[in-house]
């Protein structure tokens, strides 16, 4: 059974500090690994999407990594804001491209991120 | 680029009725429309996957006729929750996808209460 694990399920960190939320994922077949965030009553929006031969992308403060090996990721954000606060998901799919039937996108819980001034 | 708006944004029913939303992509024309539910602190769940034209397909353990999905433009999906219960009450969110930019984009989510 497709699973993705996140953690921490909350973190609390103070304006302008940085923090690293960490995602294991099983996921077969795998191609393609996805970080979202989603503030509190919205959908979530894309932050960065790596296939299996990307190790980092980086979007503005965000950096995520992949270990395809390990089947690890981590999202990484610099110099935190308030504007941060929200629920910080991570997706790993079969298929980067689908079209017709479902996508196979497995998403995990959520890292909800707090960041207080 | 690649909007897409959820309407309406929330709601309140009494239970046994039957609730309609709307899911539209506003600059881009969706093949794909993919529903899905999420519960407090819970994943996403997919729920079901629309094509324009055709009948939804619906995950296991969703009941198409309680989830009526109709796919009738490539702009505009629709979730009608039939006969909602309280336990229907969920955050529904609809993301649409199309070939030329392969990737699913997301609503902003309806939040469905049902008394």
């Known amino acids: 059974k497709n699973q993705v694990e996140q953690s921490p399920q909350s973190l609390i960190i103070l304006e302008g500090k940085n923090c690293t939320l960490q995602c294991n994922y099983t996921v077969s077949p795998f191609s393609n690994l996805r970080w979202y965030k989603q503030d509190t009553g919205r959908g979530p929006v894309s932050l960065t999407i790596?296939?299996?031969?990307?190790n980092t992308k980086s979007n503005g403060r965000y950096t995520a990594t992949l270990d395809a090996d390990t089947k690890q990721s981590s999202l990484h954000i610099t110099a935190s804001q308030l504007s941060d606060s929200a629920s910080y998901i991570c997706?790993?799919?079969?298929?980067?491209?689908?079209?017709?039937?479902?996508?196979?996108?497995?998403f995990g819980k959520g890292t909800h991120l707090i960041i207080q001034p | 680029g690649a909007v897409v708006s959820q309407h309406p944004s929330w709601v309140i029913c009494k239970s046994g009725t039957s609730v309609k939303i709307e899911c539209r992509s506003l600059?881009?024309?969706?093949?794909?429309m993919f529903w899905y539910r999420q519960f407090p602190k819970q994943s996403l769940m997919l729920m079901a996957t629309?094509?324009?034209?055709?009948?939804?397909?619906?995950e296991q353990g969703v009941e198409k006729d309680k989830f009526l999905i109709n796919h009738a433009s490539l702009t505009l999906s629709t979730l009608t929750v039939t006969s909602a219960h309280p336990e229907d009450s969920s955050f529904y969110i609809c993301?649409?996808?199309?070939?030329?930019?392969?990737?699913?984009?997301f609503g902003p989510g309806t939040r469905l209460t049902v008394l």
């Open positions: 629309s094509n324009e034209g055709s009948k939804a397909t619906y």
């Open positions: 993301s649409a996808w199309t070939s030329g930019i392969n990737e699913q984009f």
């Open positions: 790596m296939t299996f031969s990307e």
């Open positions: 600059d881009f024309q969706a093949t794909t």
């Open positions: 997706v790993g799919g079969p298929r980067l491209y689908s079209g017709g039937g479902a996508d196979g996108l497995t």
